[in-house]
């Protein structure tokens, strides 16, 4: 399992993906081959899955952020979830237990986008949307 210092390296990791080891290091009071060992044996026990880029989306001119619950029709989730492989403006899908079966969070550049997007969610089930006026955390 991972401890205090484990957990701290995935809190400066969370904060800036590109943050040096050596730099990550002083924070923990290791030095930056032990924080890469840490880090590598972390990758290993499938606790780091991988190193992303956080990107702003109004800046990309995509600034609708839509969270959409979709109430499937069919039992065809196979085909469904190619769907959702397919379209690049869905960033997460998850299966959801509660009120509806997935719920999506897509990014638009536009309302036309978003329409064509629940248009065609239409095929596989009904939806409810709900929009982003503010990204506090």
């Given at each position: 399992m991972i401890d205090h210092t484990d957990q701290q390296i995935l809190q400066c990791l969370q904060k800036d993906s590109r943050m040096q080891w050596q730099e990550i290091g002083k924070i923990v009071h290791l030095t930056g081959q032990a924080v890469a060992t840490r880090i590598r044996r972390m990758q290993d026990d499938g606790i780091i899955n991988a190193f992303t880029v956080n990107l702003n989306y109004e800046k990309l001119c995509k600034p609708i952020s839509a969270f959409i619950t979709v109430f499937m029709n069919s039992s065809n989730h196979a085909k469904f979830?190619?769907?959702l492989s397919a379209h690049s403006a869905?960033?997460?899908?998850y299966r959801i237990s509660g009120e509806g079966c997935y719920w999506l969070k897509a990014n638009?550049?536009?309302q036309k986008e978003l329409t064509e997007l629940l248009d065609s969610i239409?095929?596989?089930?009904n939806?409810?949307?709900?929009?982003?006026?503010?990204k506090i955390k």
């Open positions: 979830h190619s769907f869905i960033l997460e899908a638009f550049a536009s239409l095929l596989y089930g939806y409810k949307v709900n929009l982003s006026l503010d």
